[in-house]
């Protein structure tokens, strides 16, 4: 899943934090997965989350053991189908048989 369109005019790196936060905006995630999961380094992961927080774009969660990051609603897109299609159903779909 990926962030709206409207949402994607922004730096590259909050483009990816908020792409990866979108795969898992029901859980959210710690700045360690945020780390793993988009392809940034940690400082401009921290420049994003401070921009994509100025803008209410996101919203941190502190429960005492551990701080979750989510997209707010309004930005994660609709889940796109062919996105969790293997390359081979993507073919035999498209192809006549």
């Not at 707010?72 to 897109?77: A, S």
Request: proline letters at 5%; glycine letters at 4%.
């Amino acid at each position: 899943m990926r962030a709206k369109p409207e949402y994607r005019d922004r730096d590259d790196a909050e483009v990816a934090v908020l792409d990866a936060l979108a795969d898992r905006h029901q859980e959210g995630m710690t700045v360690f997965e945020l780390r793993s999961r988009a392809d940034v380094n940690i400082d401009q992961i921290e420049g994003a989350l401070a921009a994509l927080k100025a803008d209410d774009l996101i919203e941190v969660e502190d429960d005492g053991e551990r701080t979750v990051i989510r997209p707010e609603e309004h930005v994660v897109g609709t889940p796109d189908p062919e996105e969790d299609e293997s390359l081979l159903e993507q073919l035999r779909r498209r192809l006549p048989l």
